[in-house]
């Protein structure tokens, strides 16, 4: 940073770090998912704005920028703080219709801005249309039935993992785990860790993953964590994957903070995985 001001790389990272600093896991909520979205275009947001957007535990999953609110006649309610996002500035196409311009910074070409979830809002949501709305979710064996060229998936008792030479995943029945859901979202980590096969998306964190220390594990790892856990919002599930030990999120705080960029990649990454396995359009 120059003149002592952070990039948004890091200023993102941060709030990443504050939150597991108190023992928040941004990629494992507790309370089952709903993928937020813009409030006007019904956009979903991916990646890294998936991840902290869906940290924020409201009744609703829809977000506005300050203009949107305005045009809408309505307020923000005393006392609430926006939340960012992120999006990417690429100077060589024609930019989008801006919003709020005059907010948004950018570090080379990432840019941020400010939203707030509806109920930070005077607006109020149609009761009747809450109760029709799916959040867009899929039965969890949709999505896997969805995989193409899928890896086989051999159930046994086994810890679970994925091996890359055998292109194979390997886990207990899921009679098992003590939820359906633990099953689904401990095999939806090892299916992103599947999709980087070289056979698949070639990922690099996965193929060149030497040993449990390296960065690339760590990133593979993340990847893996933060994939599972857009395809646990996908089908409406909790992200029931390991445990949320100290000892867990001291790893993550060590990683992020010698690499502040780790969460970006690690997000864009997961994104790809996440569009692989369920033939998704990333947004």
């Known amino acids: 940073p120059v003149g002592g001001l952070m990039s948004v790389n890091e200023i993102i990272a941060n709030q990443i ?11 494992k909520p507790t ?33 506005l920028t300050f203009k949107q609110i305005q045009d809408l006649k309505a307020k923000i309610k005393k006392g609430e703080e926006g939340h960012l996002v992120t999006w990417l ?3 060589n196409t024609k930019e989008e219709e801006n919003e709020e311009e005059e907010k948004k910074h950018k570090t080379s070409f990432l ?6 979830n509806i109920s930070q809002t005077t607006l109020e949501m149609n009761q009747e249309t809450v109760k029709t709305e799916t959040y867009n979710t899929l039965p969890c064996e949709e999505i896997v039935s969805h995989y193409p ?10 810890l679970p993992c994925y091996n890359r030479s055998r292109d194979m995943i390997k886990i207990p029945d899921m009679s098992d785990f003590e939820y359906p859901e633990a099953y689904y979202a401990t095999l939806f980590h090892e299916l992103i860790h599947s999709t980087g096969h070289q056979n698949r998306l070639k990922r690099k964190s996965l193929l060149e993953s030497q040993h449990f220390s390296s960065e690339e594990y760590s990133l593979e790892e993340l990847v893996a964590e933060i994939g599972a856990y857009m395809l646990c919002a996908k089908t409406g599930i909790q992200n029931l994957t390991q445990n949320n030990s100290l000892a867990y999120i001291k790893g993550w705080l060590e ?3 010698n ?6 990649t690690a997000a864009h990454l997961a994104q790809e995985a996440e569009c692989y396995i369920s033939k998704g359009e990333a947004i």
């Open 255 to 257: 990683a992020l903070k």
């Open 259 to 264: 690499n502040t960029r780790m969460i970006f």
């Open 17 to 27: 770090i504050s939150k597991l600093e108190k023992n928040i896991i941004p990629w």
């Open 89 to 91: 500035f690429n100077p």
């Open 149 to 158: 060229n899928p890896p086989a998936i051999l159930h046994e008792q086994y």
């Open 111 to 116: 840019r941020y801005y400010r939203v707030w």
């Open 31 to 63: 309370w089952k998912l709903k993928v937020p979205m813009n409030y006007v275009s019904k956009r979903p947001y991916s990646g890294i704005n998936m991840l902290l957007l869906s940290t924020e535990d409201y009744p609703y999953p829809y977000y």
